[in-house]
């Protein structure tokens, strides 16, 4: 029988080669690039729609604006905002005074800028740590769920049954009225809705292939909620912390104006509204409540456009 040369085709094939550690280091390498890629594009694509949002564009504008003016007050204004001057008490704006002065001759341009450095403070403060505490319980208790989950939801239901502003008034009552003292209250009274955003975003997502592939690897429950489950929930956190700021801010400006808020001795958007009850200085001193008016207007109306445009951009049925 005469030998028959093989086709390429029909040769044998050699068996496959074992994988190796090597192997798999390169694999994990690849997946990390993947990844990492994925996050970029992501990033750009939030990036892109939150820059088409023309209002929220404006808004993140007046927002900066406004807290770089404050950051500068220093470098900006030119009078003391404390110090009182009989000699130009009431004077409308003009070149010496912008805004014009108060009942005692202070400067309210000056006590507008100081006064955005407290009030900014004590409502973005307060937001990030409500969101800090609302998160990390509301991550972790969301996704082991058991008997931390149900002691979280009880606390969170005591502070959430009573209307805030009784909660803020009776804690002003017992912890007095401080810079401090009203960051802490505001977060006390703050971070039961954002725990309870945070809890049900982790319910709605614990159940879901990639959590389960990464539970059969055997990850720690902390591992898999805050590393891997955090970021599909950063969105929604995200408009919580802008609306969040912009209420704490509001009230601020009310429990100062009513005189329950920072201690009138520092300048704070609420504290020069208080300086403004007198019927007569609403109705012929505008200047001493209309700047500051419109700045709080501002600063809040500029928050709620970030967050809209936040919550737009991370909106998955908007996702291209």
């Known amino acids: ?94 070149a010496e005074h912008w805004f014009g002065t108060d009942r005692t ?25 409500s969101a800090l505490i609302g998160v990390v319980i509301g991550v972790y208790s969301g996704y082991v769920g058991g008997w931390l989950d149900w002691v979280a939801m009880r606390i969170s239901e005591i ?8 909660l803020v008034l009776l804690l002003v009552a017992i912890l007095g009225q401080s810079l401090l003292n009203l960051i802490v209250i505001f977060t006390l009274t703050g971070w039961g809705g954002i725990y309870r955003m945070a809890r049900a ?50 009230q601020e400006a009310g429990l100062s104006f009513l005189g329950l808020g920072v201690p009138m001795s520092v300048p704070t958007w609420g504290n020069i509204l208080n300086a403004a009850q007198d019927l007569r200085l609403l109705e012929n001193a505008w200047w001493v409540w209309l700047p500051v008016g419109a700045t709080i207007s501002l600063f809040v109306l500029s928050v709620n456009f970030i967050g809209d445009g936040l919550r737009d951009a991370t909106d998955p049925s908007q996702q291209g």
């Not at 800028?113 to 937001?127: E, H, T």
């Open 1 to 94: 029988m005469s030998d028959v040369p093989l086709n390429p085709g029909d040769a044998v094939r050699s068996p496959p080669r074992p994988r190796t550690r090597r192997d798999a280091q390169f694999d994990r390498i690849r997946d990390r690039e993947a990844a990492r890629q994925g996050t970029k594009l992501r990033g750009g694509r939030f990036l892109s729609k939150f820059l088409n949002n023309r209002l929220a564009v404006v808004g993140l504008v007046i927002f900066a604006s406004i807290i770089l003016l404050s950051l500068a007050a220093p470098l900006i204004a030119q009078h003391d905002p404390k110090s009182p001057n009989l000699r130009a008490m009431l004077d409308p704006p003009s």
């Open 105 to 129: 001759g202070r400067d309210i341009f000056a006590r507008v800028l100081y006064g955005g450095r407290v009030s900014i403070l004590v409502g973005l403060g307060s937001a990030l740590l």
């Open 159 to 166: 502070f959430m049954s009573f209307p805030q502003i009784i």
């Open 201 to 250: 975003r982790m319910l709605s997502i614990r159940e879901e292939e990639y959590v389960q592939a990464l539970r059969s690897f055997g990850l720690g429950p902390a591992r898999i909620a805050y590393k891997h489950m955090l970021p599909n929930a950063l969105g929604p956190i995200m408009v919580n912390i802008t609306l969040s700021t912009a209420a704490f801010i509001l």
